[in-house]
């Protein structure tokens, strides 16, 4: 399904104002408590990542293969808790193992300006989506980053 922001505001899901929200407002809304970019790197260990995942409460991050600021070329993958979850408990991941060897594909790209309803339909696919700004990666906008934007906005 091929959500437009005509069908979401008439069926309720946005207020008829939200239809000019970009997905930077999402992230601009977002409580401050993380780093824009919580990422990891190729050369990290699977434990490595989870501590990270763990300590800002993300579910999904990229993987860059250089430190913040990065291009979106950069972003060589990805960590999914899910993908994780299945690898490690299937046996075919330990978490001593380096994540060049195990990330998922990288996250789909939206750009910052785009509409919620862009991110939506990004989001059909994929827990989360990188927000990129100016070329660059600047945050993660997730499922329920959408739903506290939405509902906060009433």
């Known amino acids: 399904k091929v959500f437009n922001d005509s ?7 946005l207020p008829p104002d939200s239809t000019d929200a970009t997905v930077g407002d999402v992230l601009r809304r977002k ?11 190729p050369h990290e260990t699977v ?4 501590a990270i995942m763990r300590e800002f409460g993300v ?14 070329a950069e972003v060589v ?9 299945d690898k490690l408990f299937g046996g075919k ?13 990288p996250l789909p790209t939206i750009g910052a300006g785009m509409s919620i309803t862009a991110a ?6 994929a827990d989360g989506a990188l927000v990129l ?22």
């Open 120 to 125: 939506i339909n990004a989001l059909t696919s």
């Open 77 to 85: 993958g990805a960590v999914n808790e899910r993908d994780l979850l």
């Open 47 to 50: 434990t490595e990542a989870v």
């Open 133 to 154: 700004e100016g070329g660059k990666p600047a945050g993660v906008v997730t499922r329920q980053d959408l739903l506290a934007f939405i509902s906060g906005r009433e």
């Open 59 to 72: 579910s999904q991050m990229p993987v860059v293969s250089a430190e913040p600021p990065v291009m979106a």
């Open 93 to 105: 991941v330990a978490l001593a193992d380096m994540l060049q060897d195990h990330m998922s594909p």
């Open 31 to 41: 409580d401050g408590t993380l780093p824009d970019l919580v990422h990891t790197h």
């Open 7 to 13: 069908w979401m505001a008439a069926y309720g899901f």
